[in-house]
C-alpha cells in the first residue's frame, strides 16, 4: 500500500543547512510535495516537485528526487530562527487527486 | 485573496455530543477535502467532494461522521455522537483542477471531546 515516512526531529544551528529526508512507497506517485506547519496553524505549501524532474530549486529550497530509491529530500539553506516547524512529505496518489502525508519532520533551529 | 476559512478554531465538547465543523474554500475552487490530523501524524484524507459530489470517502466512519458541501462551495463535517478518540484537528483544503493538485488548507479546528 502507500506509505511515506520521515525523520521525526532535525536540529540545526541557524545559519547551517537543513536537509529533511522522506521516502515513499508508490511508484506511480506523479507529485511530491513538501508542506511547512507552525504550531496552532494549517499545512502551507512549501514546494513541489513532478516525478520526471531530479531536482527543483526555489530561493532557499531545493528539493532532490531520487525516484529509483523513492526518496525526497529538502534542502533549506542558510536556516533562520524562523524556519522552525514540522515539514510534512507528500505524494499525490497515482492517478487519483488524494495526499498521503508522512508523520511530519520537526524541525528545531537554534543560535 | 481569501484562504480556506474554518470555524471554530477550537471546540471542546462531553462524549457522546454532536458537533459541527464548516468550511470555506478559495473561490472558485471546486474541489474540497477534509483531513483528519492526530496528535503527532500527518493529516490522513477523510472526504473529497468535487463540486456538490463526495467522489471519495472511503476513510470517514459513516456510523458517526457525516458530510455535505451544498451548492458546491461551503462545507461542513459533523460528527454525532462525539467519543474521545475523536479529539484531533480537522483540516480542510481546497484545490482547482488541474495536474498539479495543489491544495490549500484552512487553520483547522481543533476538538477536545472530554
Known amino acids: 500500500g502507500e506509505d511515506v515516512e520521515q525523520s521525526l526531529f532535525l536540529s540545526v544551528r541557524e545559519g547551517d543547512s537543513s536537509v529533511i529526508n522522506c521516502t515513499y512507497t508508490?511508484?506511480?506517485?506523479?507529485?511530491l510535495y513538501w508542506y511547512k506547519q507552525e504550531p496552532g496553524a494549517g499545512l502551507q505549501l512549501l514546494t513541489y516537485?513532478?516525478?520526471?524532474?531530479d531536482m527543483k530549486q526555489d530561493q532557499r529550497l531545493t528539493v532532490l528526487l531520487n525516484k529509483k530509491d523513492k526518496h525526497l529530500s529538502l534542502r533549506i539553506a542558510d536556516t533562520q530562527t524562523g524556519d522552525s516547524a514540522i515539514y510534512f512529505c507528500a505524494e499525490r496518489s497515482g492517478g487519483y487527486n488524494k495526499l498521503i502525508f508522512g508523520a511530519g519532520t520537526r524541525l528545531a533551529v537554534h543560535p | 485573496e481569501a484562504g480556506v476559512v474554518q470555524s471554530p478554531r477550537y471546540k471542546i465538547i462531553e462524549k457522546k455530543q454532536p458537533v459541527a465543523f464548516w468550511c470555506n474554500p478559495i473561490s472558485g475552487h471546486n474541489t474540497l477535502y477534509w483531513y483528519l490530523q492526530n496528535l503527532g501524524q500527518g493529516p490522513e484524507l477523510l472526504i473529497r467532494y468535487e463540486n456538490e459530489e463526495a467522489v471519495d470517502d472511503s476513510q470517514l466512519p459513516k456510523d458517526r461522521f457525516s458530510a455535505e458541501r451544498l451548492k458546491g462551495v461551503d462545507s461542513t463535517l459533523k460528527i454525532q455522537p462525539a467519543e474521545l478518540g475523536d479529539s484531533a484537528v480537522y483540516l480542510c483544503?481546497?484545490?482547482?483542477?488541474?495536474?498539479?493538485?495543489?491544495?490549500?488548507f484552512g487553520a483547522g479546528t481543533r476538538l477536545s471531546v472530554l
Open positions: 508508490d511508484s506511480s506517485s506523479t507529485y
Open positions: 483544503a481546497s484545490s482547482l483542477d488541474g495536474t498539479e493538485n495543489i491544495q490549500y
Open positions: 516537485i513532478f516525478s520526471n524532474m
